[in-house]
């Protein structure tokens, strides 16, 4: 069993409601897609800490205790007076989230290279993803423990990326030139590549990015479901009929049952990934497209359970 240290963003998803006389109603909800990822992990019973900057004030103190009562272990979490993010959600008719970032200065952006945890031994796969590989201080103090880390832990890589909070897609595509090298496990979705590489189809950048050194690609497409790339197969497996309540959370989740799933195959070395046949691929794809289905049927990031996956 692995223990894994996802690494990134932890923030509150104020979602906005009904009118009333005197203005609307907030309903805030724990979120961040590397919080959701490694409490995605917790609840698919896989050992996992968080490395993150929370703040002291109300919102972080929430988002600590959320933690913890998950299952996640918080001892690299470092706090600070700076706020916490916000992300204030709004639905459109089909359940698709928008969001607005209040987030400059904040505590989540804090960590350096000189406040840098020292990880676990135990640790055997670091999770990057989102913004918070693509603002500094933060970013570059990620980036870095990234390459330090390489050579001695499974790198795992998910997009996410947010142009709500850095819009610079040049940024973004430097973010990513730098990680594709790194991490051996990368995972995105179609609408972040069509953003990034309009003039490459996702076949074209998971053959580039596994000539770059990645033992597994995996995009997923929403409602077409996902495919998954080595040097040697691949895969693909359909999206599951449901009644979508919305998507938050749909990505983070699954990014947490692929791991979970690998972490049960014992497949979570850069060798391991690269030998998986495509009977292999189809089951972990198909694992994690039902794991991210449940998300989808329910409000917000509600992450399924183990138990709800046998």
Same mark, same amino acid.
């Given at each position: ?19 009333? *006389? ?52 918080? *001892? ?138 990645? *033992? ?90 183990? *138990?709800?996956?046998?």
């Amino acid at each position: 069993m692995a223990m894994f240290v996802v690494c990134g963003e932890a923030l509150m998803d104020v979602y906005m409601g009904e009118w009333t *006389s005197t203005g609307l109603t907030l309903d805030a909800r724990v979120g961040g897609s590397p919080l959701n990822v490694a409490q995605g992990l917790a609840r698919l019973e896989r050992p996992v800490a968080f490395l993150t900057g929370l703040s002291t004030d109300a919102s972080g103190e929430r988002l600590l205790a959320s933690l913890r009562a998950e299952g996640v272990d918080t *001892s690299l979490v470092l706090r600070g007076d700076a706020p916490s993010t916000l992300s204030v959600v709004s639905l459109d008719a089909a359940g698709v989230p928008r969001y607005a970032f209040h987030g400059k200065d904040a505590a989540d952006r804090q960590i350096t290279h000189e406040t840098m945890p020292a990880l676990p031994d135990a640790t055997r796969v670091l999770q990057f993803g989102s913004y918070a590989l693509a603002v500094e201080p933060v970013g570059s103090a990620l980036r870095a423990l990234a390459a330090r880390e390489r050579a001695r832990r499974l790198i795992a890589y998910d997009l996410n990326v947010r142009l709500n909070v850095e819009p610079d897609l040049a940024h973004w595509r430097d973010v990513v030139g730098f990680m594709a090298p790194l991490a051996h496990l990368m995972k995105t979705s179609d609408e972040d590549l069509a953003l990034l590489y309009p003039d490459e189809s996702p076949e074209q950048v998971a053959e580039r990015w596994l000539g770059l050194g990645a *033992s597994l690609v995996v995009v997923t497409r929403g409602r077409d479901g996902a495919t998954a790339w080595t040097r040697e197969a691949r895969a693909d497996a359909p999206s599951l009929p449901i009644t979508v309540v919305d998507t938050v959370g749909a990505g983070d989740t699954f990014q947490a049952a692929l791991l979970a799933w690998l972490d049960e195959q014992d497949a979570l070395t850069p060798q391991a990934l690269a030998g998986l046949d495509a009977t292999a691929l189809q089951k972990a794809l198909g694992f994690a497209t039902r794991a991210a289905a449940l998300t989808c049927s329910r409000r917000g990031a509600d992450l399924p359970r183990r *138990s709800e996956l046998r």
